[in-house]
């Protein structure tokens, strides 16, 4: 069963409105850069307390996944849940910076990515919401890996800016979706995994009446995009699956595991094929969610309507 919601609650991911003003992100980006990571850890402990005190949808989704989990339920690990995200966005500051030289990052699976860059393989690289994209993509700058995001910013376009402004660079590299033609979208991506680029795509929200496939997710059914799998049919190249999460303290565990050699579509079984493909990454989420729930990154319904 879904959270319960009051009326007029968003249900979808697109539809939860996004919280913080550019001036109180600055704030914290200037108390990190001025004072370090454990004054603004500090302050970060009052932003999670606030939003856990003001945000309902974050209280309620965050019990829907520990229901479902078997975890304790309440005000206390709705809160300590909400810290960690924010944890990982103050890291995401430093990793931006290139100061990382506090943090402790276990790699598991680097061989794959090093492997790629060596032959200029390019790949499709799925991932989640869960955890830190930012440790993942320090990792990729630190080995020289051709990482190329794909985005959908304008959900959070607040954050992004004051994130994007921390390291210029990085919008070059943003291939961003939903913005304008689809035809010249999917040629950047070709381009750029011809090139032997690493295409970061994340698999676990559908974009705007992007198409969809119902899959078992943790004891549920849930709608995921079927996007990535028909982009990555089309490339006609490998799939991993990554995951970079945040344990505590300095901590952090960055993943990468083959997926597929190749996603193959027969035109007589197109459904079907993309369902299990899906029920597949579905599978895999599951498993690093319950390794670390509290890094669980979807605020709202995800069990909710399918759309």
Not at 36 to 42: C, K
């Amino acid at each position: 069963m879904s959270a319960p919601t009051e009326a007029g609650e968003p249900r979808r991911w697109r539809d939860v409105s996004e919280h913080g003003t550019r001036l109180g992100i600055k704030t914290v980006v200037v108390l990190a850069t001025v004072f370090g990571r454990g004054p603004a850890r500090l302050l970060g402990f009052f932003i999670a307390l606030y939003y856990t005190l003001t945000s309902r949808v974050a209280r309620d989704t965050g019990d829907e996944l520990r229901r479902r989990l078997g975890l304790p339920l309440g005000f206390g690990p709705a809160f300590r849940h909400v810290r960690r995200f924010v944890q990982c966005t103050i890291d995401a500051l430093f990793f931006l910076r290139g100061k990382t030289g506090a943090f402790r990052v276990s790699r598991n699976g680097k061989e794959h990515l090093q492997r790629l860059r060596d032959t200029k393989q390019g790949a499709v690289l799925l991932g989640a919401h869960l955890g830190s994209f930012y440790a993942m993509r320090m990792q990729s700058t630190q080995e020289a890996l051709p990482l190329y995001p794909v985005v959908y910013t304008k959900h959070a376009r607040r954050i992004n800016d004051v994130l994007e402004s921390l390291d210029p660079t990085s919008k070059t590299r943003l291939i961003e979706m939903g913005s304008g033609d689809q035809v010249d979208f999917m040629l950047k991506i070709r381009e750029r995994v011809e090139e032997g680029g690493l295409v970061a795509i994340l698999g676990d929200r559908p974009p705007p009446d992007g198409k969809t496939v119902v899959v078992d997710f943790l004891g549920g059914k849930v709608a995921l995009p079927a996007g990535p799998y028909i982009l990555a049919a089309t490339l006609r190249c490998p799939v991993y699956f990554t995951a970079g999460l945040y344990r505590g303290g300095n901590q952090y565990e960055l993943y990468c595991i083959p997926f597929a050699e190749r996603i193959v579509l027969p035109r007589g079984d197109r459904q079907a094929a993309i369902a299990g493909y899906a029920q597949q990454y579905a599978d895999l989420l599951a498993e690093f969610v319950r390794k670390a729930p509290d890094n669980w990154f979807n605020f709202f319904d995800f069990w909710g309507p399918h759309p």
